[in-house]
């Protein structure tokens, strides 16, 4: 990526400066039907210029609030071949059960086990999100070296939605190794069913169908113009390719592709971490990560979990404090918007309980993941706390385009789901909206 596009994806660029006024930044609405190279981004009308002392109330309201969304509650042909006709995790969720004196499970969604391929369920879900404002889902996607996976959550039923307008969406390519532990062995190391290192020409084969199948879709998220992507591990994926230099070869030509699509160029994201859960996640090569990031090109940085900022079964076992975790992400948050020279967008987890992707009968000790430490104390209200942390340091900081990732939309057998329980309801969307406010292009026919 050029110097100056890079700026311009970390929100300081000319896109923006054509639709500033002395006192806001406006928008213009354009229709979907305009090819994509003379849309503005989703995310350059939104936010009024920064005043001095901090932003408006109103910029604050408008932070893009985008929410991890994991796409296995839905039948799948590979889950049929590991697991049986029919399966989808609602079964690790309906067999979870309580693993010490205390413990809230088994959770149960208000809504039931619902199909999430299914595009009036989807509807349902995009309403309700919009409603609390959140702005965007980003799909955890996979795809592995024989294809896709667990695609139809977006593309047979987000993406057929009557109502899909009233939201955004972005991919962030998950891209580790998918193991057996639905659910794990506490005795048996889990088999390795898909493994996330890609070659090349599956790289390649990858990014033709990113293309065509969703940056052609008018609700794609953009920021200056350029589509957000964003990968999981860097360093699982620079193995793949061979290296760095390798690596930075197949983002050119993702970049060469969403240029010939119309659009200015790619905002690649890169998650990062300090602390490893998952048994595949594999480190970066020996450079620093921000040389690597740099390397590549990247735009913007953030997190995917609080737990990779925050070792849950280091301070207890089996119990942990959703409070220190907080803590400690907000302290990781200032380090990254120092350590790195794109903006970081802070993270907020919703919780953290993986225990429902164990076998119930076994025993629950501190083996790693997924038998680690569980937050306890995430109340809406310790929820709301965390999500006014991550708006004042936005508001705090120098990038106009501001992002927050949450954890998320429906992690349900990790703990960490918006979507309503039967025990608390939409209280943890309540804080949502309270906090950040309802985007004018989200509010519904009946609101006027």
């Given at each position: 990526?050029?110097?100056?596009?890079?700026?311009?994806?970390?929100?300081?660029?000319?896109?923006?400066?054509?639709?500033?006024?002395?006192?806001?930044?406006?928008?213009?609405?354009?229709?979907?039907?305009?090819?994509?190279?003379?849309?503005?981004?989703?995310?350059?009308?939104?936010?009024?210029?920064?005043?001095?002392?901090?932003?408006?109330?109103?910029?604050?309201?408008?932070?893009?609030?985008?929410?991890?969304?994991?796409?296995?509650?839905?039948?799948?042909?590979?889950?049929?071949?590991?697991?049986?006709?029919?399966?989808?995790?609602?079964?690790?969720?309906k067999a979870a059960r309580p693993r010490y004196e205390g413990h809230r499970q088994p959770i149960v969604p208000a809504w039931g086990c619902f199909d999430e391929s299914d595009p009036q369920w989807a509807a349902r879900e995009i309403d309700l999100a919009a409603d609390h404002g959140v702005?965007?889902?980003?799909?955890?996607?996979?795809?592995?070296?024989?294809?896709?996976?667990?695609?139809?959550?977006?593309?047979?039923?987000?993406?057929?939605?009557?109502?899909?307008?009233?939201?955004?969406?972005?991919?962030?390519?998950?891209?580790?190794?998918?193991?057996?532990?639905?659910?794990?062995?506490?005795?048996?190391?889990?088999?390795?069913?898909?493994?996330?290192?890609?070659?090349?020409?599956?790289?390649?084969?990858?990014?033709?169908?990113?293309?065509?199948?969703?940056?052609?879709?008018?609700?794609?998220?953009?920021?200056?113009?350029?589509?957000?992507?964003?990968?999981?591990?860097?360093?699982?994926?620079?193995?793949?390719?061979?290296?760095?230099?390798?690596?930075?070869?197949?983002?050119?030509?993702?970049?060469?592709?969403?240029?010939?699509?119309?659009?200015?160029?790619?905002?690649?994201?890169?998650?990062?971490?300090?602390?490893?859960?998952?048994?595949?996640?594999?480190?970066?090569?020996?450079?620093?990560?921000?040389?690597?990031?740099?390397?590549?090109?990247?735009?913007?940085?953030?997190?995917?979990?609080?737990?990779?900022?925050?070792?849950?079964?280091?301070?207890?076992?089996?119990?942990?404090?959703?409070?220190?975790?907080?803590?400690?992400?907000?302290?990781?948050?200032?380090?990254?918007?120092?350590?790195?020279?794109?903006?970081?967008?802070?993270?907020?987890?919703?919780?953290?309980?993986?225990?429902?992707?164990?076998?119930?009968?076994?025993?629950?000790?501190?083996?790693?993941?997924?038998?680690?430490?569980?937050?306890?104390?995430?109340?809406?209200?310790?929820?709301?706390?965390?999500?006014?942390?991550?708006?004042?340091?936005?508001?705090?900081?120098?990038?106009?385009?501001?992002?927050?990732?949450?954890?998320?939309?429906?992690?349900?057998?990790?703990?960490?789901?918006?979507?309503?329980?039967?025990?608390?309801?939409?209280?943890?969307?309540?804080?949502?909206?309270?906090?950040?406010?309802?985007?004018?292009?989200?509010?519904?026919?009946?609101?006027?």
């Amino acid at each position: 990526m050029s110097e100056p596009c890079r700026r311009r994806a970390g929100c300081r660029g000319a896109l923006v400066e054509v639709i500033r006024f002395p006192d806001r930044v406006t928008f213009v609405l354009i229709p979907w039907a305009i090819p994509p190279m003379v849309r503005l981004s989703t995310a350059s009308y939104r936010h009024e210029a920064v005043r001095a002392g901090g932003r408006s109330e109103d910029a604050m309201a408008r932070i893009d609030v985008a929410a991890y969304y994991f796409p296995n509650y839905h039948r799948d042909a590979r889950n049929e071949a590991w697991h049986g006709r029919g399966w989808t995790e609602w079964e690790l969720v309906k067999a979870a059960r309580p693993r010490y004196e205390g413990h809230r499970q088994p959770i149960v969604p208000a809504w039931g086990c619902f199909d999430e391929s299914d595009p009036q369920w989807a509807a349902r879900e995009i309403d309700l999100a919009a409603d609390h404002g959140v702005s965007t889902f980003i799909y955890d996607w996979y795809w592995y070296e024989d294809g896709a996976y667990l695609q139809d959550a977006l593309e047979r039923g987000f993406l057929r939605a009557p109502n899909r307008e009233r939201m955004r969406f972005a991919l962030m390519w998950a891209n580790h190794d998918w193991t057996n532990i639905h659910p794990a062995s506490f005795t048996n190391k889990p088999e390795t069913l898909a493994p996330g290192a890609l070659s090349r020409a599956a790289f390649e084969r990858m990014t033709d169908h990113i293309v065509t199948a969703y940056l052609s879709q008018p609700n794609y998220l953009t920021i200056d113009g350029c589509p957000y992507f964003s990968i999981y591990e860097l360093g699982t994926f620079i193995r793949g390719m061979g290296g760095v230099d390798s690596a930075a070869q197949a983002i050119d030509s993702f970049r060469a592709k969403v240029r010939a699509a119309g659009f200015r160029d790619l905002h690649l994201n890169g998650v990062v971490w300090g602390v490893n859960v998952l048994p595949s996640e594999s480190k970066l090569p020996g450079e620093s990560r921000r040389e690597v990031i740099d390397r590549l090109g990247f735009a913007s940085v953030t997190t995917y979990a609080w737990v990779h900022h925050f070792n849950p079964s280091g301070s207890g076992f089996p119990k942990s404090s959703y409070v220190a975790a907080m803590e400690a992400n907000v302290a990781a948050w200032s380090r990254y918007r120092e350590e790195f020279p794109m903006p970081y967008h802070p993270n907020v987890s919703m919780g953290w309980d993986p225990s429902p992707r164990t076998i119930q009968s076994d025993t629950y000790e501190n083996r790693g993941y997924p038998f680690t430490g569980i937050l306890e104390g995430n109340t809406p209200a310790a929820f709301r706390t965390a999500l006014e942390k991550a708006r004042d340091f936005i508001g705090a900081g120098p990038d106009q385009h501001t992002l927050v990732t949450l954890n998320a939309w429906n992690e349900w057998t990790e703990g960490s789901y918006l979507l309503p329980d039967t025990h608390h309801g939409n209280a943890y969307l309540e804080a949502v909206r309270a906090t950040f406010g309802v985007q004018p292009s989200a509010r519904s026919a009946a609101d006027g």
